[in-house]
């Protein structure tokens, strides 16, 4: 059962079997289309779209707004035979997700005073967010109390991304956060009891989920991506965006010192130079990887890092899971979402990291988080 947390937004229940994700990226539009139910699921449609444009949806700019629903009406009328309800994610400055402890209840009585139990434990006015929660179990260090995950979406973001999608006429069943729809597209993807670090490269945002046991533990959005290597090789390089970006899935990073020394020996300097470019946003990275990691041993010292899995667009940047992987002394791979979804071989292997959120989102239906309640 995939896990819930920021519930449907709509009173109205249909029960839809079929379900669709729209992940309204920065740089591109992701769709999945699923048929079917947990593990066993049926990719009916697809769509990877590029958004051509510099500029972030979250600035909610009109040129920007009119791209956006442009492209995806024009998807929508090619795809005629796809649902017009739909699920879609926030993420970013604007939410905040927390793992606390407080006193055991039944999930009813929960739903009921989640706003009591959220306050002290958030550092923003609690009337100006919408609140959702999951339930991960009993506190490892009070019988009485369990663990949740909560999270807390700021209204004026969920409004403006509604206004973006329902504006084409579709109408949005469930706004869920992006780094919960990652975590639902790992589960349906690995099994082994690991203690995993996700990092999902958007453009604009990189979303950082770990998880243990196949139990959700900690995450954590950063207020950067893929665009922050982009705009160094334009500093670096004297291009603009597009030369950036073609610069970058050109060359990448130079990681070994047999990678580096023929390089230099061939005298390749374009790819010296982005390599070079590509490293201070790379170092950064690290730093919140390894900031990310130090605080889950700092509660669990006996624990290890199995992998980090990379998913987003960024994930097929030349040469950076062997970067990380070096610096973090941690193996690292790059993840396909889609690895165990019916007829999903026909996205191409580049495109297929970029489509975890939306495959996430897809896993979501109409009030599924009902079923909790009925427990």
């Known amino acids: 059962m995939p896990i819930t947390a920021l519930k449907s937004l709509l009173s109205a229940f249909k029960g839809a079997l079929n379900t669709v994700g729209i992940d309204a990226g920065s740089f591109s539009l992701k769709v999945v289309y699923l048929s079917g139910s947990s593990p066993k ?61 407080i006193p055991s209840m039944a999930y009813q009585e929960l739903a009921k005073t989640i706003q009591f139990e959220a306050e002290p434990f958030l550092p923003v006015n609690i009337n100006e967010c919408e609140l959702g929660f999951h339930i991960l179990g009993p506190s490892k260090d009070d019988p009485k109390k369990m663990d949740i995950l909560l999270v807390a979406a700021k209204k004026d973001h969920i409004d403006s991304k509604l206004a973006l999608i329902n504006d084409i006429g579709i109408r949005t069943v469930v706004i869920d956060c992006n780094a919960l729809a990652i975590y639902n597209a790992y589960e349906l993807t690995y099994k082994n009891p690991e203690t995993v670090v996700i990092l999902n490269i958007g453009a604009s945002i990189t979303n950082m989920v770990l998880v243990e046991n196949n139990n959700l533990k900690i995450v954590r959005d950063l207020a950067y991506g893929g665009n922050e290597f982009t705009k160094s090789l334009q500093r670096a390089m004297t291009v603009d965006f597009k030369g950036a970006e073609k610069l970058k899935s050109n060359y990448g990073l130079l990681v070994t010192s047999d990678e580096k020394e023929k390089t230099l020996a061939d005298d390749k300097k374009d790819a010296i130079g982005v390599s070079i470019a590509l490293t201070t946003p790379a ?54 979402p889609l690895s165990f979804v019916m007829a999903s071989d026909i996205i191409p292997e580049k495109v297929a990291p970029s489509m975890a959120v939306a495959l996430g989102l897809a896993m979501r239906k109409e009030k599924d988080y009902i079923s909790k309640k009925k427990k």
């Open 41 to 101: 699921y049926k990719l009916e449609s697809w769509a990877y779209i590029p958004l051509d444009i510099e500029t972030s949806l979250e600035q909610s700019s009109a040129e920007t707004r009119n791209v956006f629903t442009t492209k995806l009406q024009t998807y929508l009328n090619q795809n005629r035979q796809i649902p017009k309800d739909i699920t879609t994610g926030v993420d970013g400055p604007s939410v905040l997700v927390r793992t606390i402890s």
């Open 283 to 336: 170092k950064t990275l690290i730093g919140d990887i390894h900031r990310f990691i130090e605080f889950y041993l700092g509660q669990n010292p006996d624990a290890a890092i199995s992998k980090i899995l990379l998913s987003g667009g960024t994930a097929n940047l030349k040469n950076l899971s062997d970067y990380i992987a070096k610096e973090t002394s941690i193996p690292s791979e790059i993840f396909n």
